[in-house]
């Protein structure tokens, strides 16, 4: 017999278990989100009894009755006490549990003939799967999927039990990827993404990864096809034919509008690789202003006999960096927008069940960052569950995506499964532009062999280091610039931060602009509080200095604001940075940083920052170039009666030129206009231009307060840029507070 009568005879196998199947689709899920059996043991012995229930996905703080330490998790400070020295990175103020879920599910006997591959997408820290008291293996990744093939431990038409032991982060072993964020107090364990079985015939598509051209006009859809066909006797094959068909359909429509096929061979007991490329005949492209996605369905097997299909929603975009510039599509992009630290979120005594409730996801991550004109967020010191992303594909939000690698990151070869395995999960999603490796560090083996070995398996994304530029690696795409400014290396109040001067150019700045890569300042604003106004655990010196220490919430919230819009346009005017995102828009309330809510979280009550955040970062707009005389230290008095000259910083976003009117008004103290001039501005396409400008100040003495309020041509809001002057010498200013905007109505 040749080997080509064999290898058709062993396909004509597989085809006919398909064919048994009749018109049951070639895979079945069966989800195991829901309610499981929970508890905990100080050792590795399961439970005599379960006597807790928990919801799946979510983390062990869920868990009814609370666990027994849930306390030590959350403790709720009285007041911020300033930590920014050293201490231990995990702490064990707590006694480590092992974490055990259990789930009994029936499996029917249509399905006896079907592999069935159990999947967890997400839990922390190293699991342990147990089908029917069988060992079915121990795994330490904690943010990508794993994979467990149970078909051997189940019992068909009966209960199965499925029983998952979770282990600490004090446990977790040193050649995990990653894992250390040294502003984070605790490391809660759990299930906290999606769980399921999947049951298909003899080839399983295991993975699923859909690459974009729009350029090229194509697809590029890869798969690792898992052939779970046995090699039991010295004369089996060893390798099957599979046929394989992939067919793209506009997503709302239905409509196909492109399609593939071939074969290939599949090496049985393991895993190859595919990669074909589809073409897609007048492509429409996907943007955050117009998410336009398709959905990219590959199977195995022949059509009407499939051993196994899977899909993936995909969109048709290109995002590259040129020169000092990101483009999305060919057009010239700049990135506006915050951070996610959900890791963190999760020590949060509020947080409950919020990160896997859709709605307040969606609110807080595309409906109220969309009012603010942002595009843009990163995922920051560790990866979110899936829908997050599948929300950003379908409403337009772009994502920095980043690894949980701030301190360490393990041993190089099982950083490399998990970051490929990260790759090969999450690259589908067109919201993720960019990967982050790591944060504010440097290392070698990823930055020059592990990130350009990826840059193969996906070459349709950016890739960031963390610390590491064009001196530490080849390649650099990007850098990531972390612009702090009023803490001062030797103390605030040596070296003093003249806010709202647009031409301040430290070192880092000067650096950033020298730098031939993009600059990507994804963090700022050091300038924390908590949600009720305490300052943060990094940030009370910066109030005591600046502000004194007997002020009120709302003193400082209304401080916190101006500094960050004063910031925000600071960085925004610079014609080196080609993004901004500001820290943070979700965290742990009573931590190092802090977000800029207010009262409960789950309410999601924008405070004063975010409000003034919609005049900063809008698309389009002009802002005031001035040093603040109301809180920056050292500034002269005005003259009264003297002129003073200044310029005023237009920034336009947008890929066309805009034009509109500036309207300049000067309020004193009680809030009346003591001088207006109008005056008109062109703003060139995706540029920064500089307005020079000049006037008399009053010739009485007072605190004022002097606005900007533009207006695009052909609109109506009016977006504005404030300074607090002095003039005169005083015993004690007296300044006008402009009213909160209303941005969220």
């Known amino acids: 017999m040749t080997m080509k009568i064999r290898l058709v005879l062993t396909l004509s196998v597989l085809i006919i278990t398909g064919l048994s199947a009749g018109a049951k689709p070639p895979r079945t899920t069966m989800s195991l989100n829901g309610i499981w059996d929970f508890d905990q043991t100080v050792l590795s012995v399961q439970p005599l009894k379960f006597k807790r229930t928990i919801p799946v996905p979510g983390l062990v703080h869920m868990a009814l009755p609370r666990i027994e330490e849930y306390d030590k998790f959350f403790k709720i400070p009285n007041k911020a006490v300033n930590s920014g020295g050293t201490r231990l990175l995990v702490l064990t103020d707590y006694t480590p549990r092992y974490s055990w879920y259990r789930k009994k599910v029936k499996i029917g006997n249509e399905l006896k003939d079907d592999d069935a591959v159990l999947t967890i997408k997400k839990s922390q820290y190293v699991t342990q799967v147990l089908v029917n008291g069988i060992d079915l293996g121990t795994y330490m990744e904690c943010y990508t999927p794993i994979d467990v093939l149970i078909t051997k431990a189940l019992k068909y038409g009966q209960e199965n039990e499925i029983l998952l032991k979770v282990g600490d982060r004090y446990w977790l072993p040193d050649q995990a990827a990653g894992s250390t964020d040294k502003e984070k107090e605790h490391y809660l364990p759990g299930i906290w993404d999606d769980v399921s079985i999947s049951f298909t015939k003899k080839v399983r598509i295991n993975r699923l990864l859909a690459l974009p051209s729009l350029k090229e006009k194509k697809l590029t859809v890869k798969a690792k096809l898992w052939n779970l066909q046995r090699f039991d006797t010295p004369n089996a094959r060893r390798v099957d034919q599979v046929p394989y068909q992939v067919k793209v359909y506009e997503k709302k429509s239905k409509k196909l509008v492109a399609s593939a096929e071939g ?67 060919n057009e010239k992009i700049f990135l506006r927008g915050s951070n996610i630290t959900l890791q963190r979120f999760f020590e949060d005594p509020e947080c409950g069940n919020l990160a896997w409730d859709t709605a307040w996801v969606k609110k807080l991550l595309i409906d109220m960052p969309k009012e603010l004109d942002w595009n843009s967020m990163r995922i920051c010191v560790g990866i979110v569950p899936d829908f997050w992303y599948d929300l950003a594909d379908e409403h337009g939000m772009v994502f920095q995506n980043e690894w949980l690698y701030w301190q360490v990151h393990g041993w190089d070869d099982q950083v490399r499964k998990e970051y490929t395995d990260w790759v090969w999960n999450d690259g ?33 994304r950016i890739w960031d ?6 001196t530490h690696m080849s390649g650099d795409d990007m850098d990531e610039p972390h612009t702090y400014q009023g803490r001062g290396k030797d103390g605030i109040d040596k070296t003093p931060y003249p806010l709202g001067n647009l031409k301040f150019r430290p070192e880092i700045i000067r650096e ?8 990507l300042v994804n963090e700022y604003g050091w300038v924390w509080l908590w949600r009720d106004g305490t300052p943060s655990k990094l940030t009370t010196p910066i109030y ?11 003193q400082r919230r209304s401080f916190q ?24 828009h979700l965290t742990n309330n009573y931590g190092y940083t802090g977000d800029w809510f207010v009262g409960s979280i789950k309410d999601l009550s924008p405070g004063p920052t975010l409000q003034w955040f919609k005049h900063c970062f809008a698309p389009t707009t002009v802002f005031l170039n001035l040093t603040d005389e109301r809180y920056a230290k050292g500034q002269p008095v005005h003259e009264p009666g003297s002129y003073l000259s200044f310029s005023l910083a237009g920034v336009n976003d947008a890929a066309k030129a805009k034009k509109g009117k500036v309207t300049l008004k000067l309020l004193n103290s009680k809030g009346e206009s003591v001088f207006t001039d109008n005056i008109l501005v062109d703003l060139a396409a995706s540029d920064r231009v500089e307005i020079p400008y000049a006037f008399s100040l009053p010739k009485q003495s007072d605190g004022y307060l002097l606005v900007s309020e533009f207006v695009e041509n052909g ?6 840029s404030r300074r607090y002057l002095k003039v005169g010498k005083q015993d004690q200013y007296i300044f006008f507070e402009l009213p909160v905007p209303n941005v969220f109505n």
């Open 263 to 329: 074969i290939t061979k599949v090496l049985r007991e393991q895993q190859n690789e595919i990669s074909i490329d589809v073409a897609v005949s007048n492509p429409h492209a996907w943007s955050p202003d117009d998410p336009f996605l398709y959905t990219v369905e590959l199977s195995v097997g022949k059509e009407g006999a499939e051993l196994d299909q899977l899909e993936k929603s995909v969109g048709m975009r290109d995002f590259e960096r040129r020169g000092k510039s990101f483009y999305l599509n």
């Open 428 to 460: 589908s999603h067109p919201s993720i532009v960019i990967w982050d490796a790591i944060n504010e560090n440097w290392n070698d083996y990823i930055g020059n062999k592990l990130i350009p070995e990826l840059r193969v398996l996906d070459p349709t």
């Open 465 to 470: 280091a963390g610390y590491m530029t064009a």
């Open 512 to 519: 950033l602009e020298e730098s031939s890569a993009a600059q």
């Open 544 to 554: 005591d200095f600046y502000m004194g220490k007997n002020t009120t919430a709302d």
């Open 561 to 584: 604001a101006y500094w960050l819009q004063c910031e925000t346009e600071w960085l925004r005017a610079n014609r080196s940075i080609a993004g901004i995102l500001a820290f943070c």
């Open 715 to 720: 609109q109506t809001e009016k977006l504005m």
